[in-house]
């Protein structure tokens, strides 16, 4: 969003709105400003010096959003989809044009989904060249052998490709943490897969330096703060 931008334009995004109802609110008088600029569909607002009122309420102007979602099995990461999306299940004070997930859990994973609207936030953090941790704890059907967590951690064959080295911890019988630093198709599926020992649940709990916020229940969002988003990079 441009520094300069038309009022219409500007509710809409940060009342989530239409544009026509956005034009409704201003021939309704519920918009002002703080200058004496006319409230007009077409006026242009400067974001940094201008402030706009809502029924009298200022409105906190975000160019963009960045979200936490721990999200619930059976709700699909993406923004469009037959399936209820992670984008559907967003609260309505959360919900703008434009959000959608910045990388991708699989339907039957759960825990940390970045949700933003930032294209090149979500570039940056997706860039394998970034090398972003992401942790997950997984259960599988058996314990690891050695010889496969040598494999896991010095970087397996998948395919026909040499994976990147993973970390991995035991936390309990059959229950390990896992930190990547490249997000393959269904990665850590296929890596222990591939051993015969399928991952019967798959939870992320760890973005960048950033844990899930442990307040939030399956299927909750909330916005992180400006601390939390530098925690990712
Ligand atoms: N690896 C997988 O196999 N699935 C996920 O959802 C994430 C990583």
Redesign the pocket.
Known sequence: MDKLIRLDKFLSSQLNISRTDAKKLIAKKRISFSSSKPVRPETQIDTCSETVFFDGKEINFKKFLYIAQNKPAGVV?ASNDDSLTVIDILPENLKRQGLFPAG???K??TGFVLITDDGEFAHNILSPSKHIE?T?IITLLRNVTERETLEVTEGMVLGDEKLKPAKLKKLEDKTYEIT?TQ?????????FGSFDNP?QT?H?IKIGSLLLPPELSPGESRELTSEEIKLIK
């Open positions: 990461s991708r859990l699989d039957d994973s992401k997950y990547l997000g393959r198709y269904h990665q850590i599926k296929r890596m991952v798959l992320r």
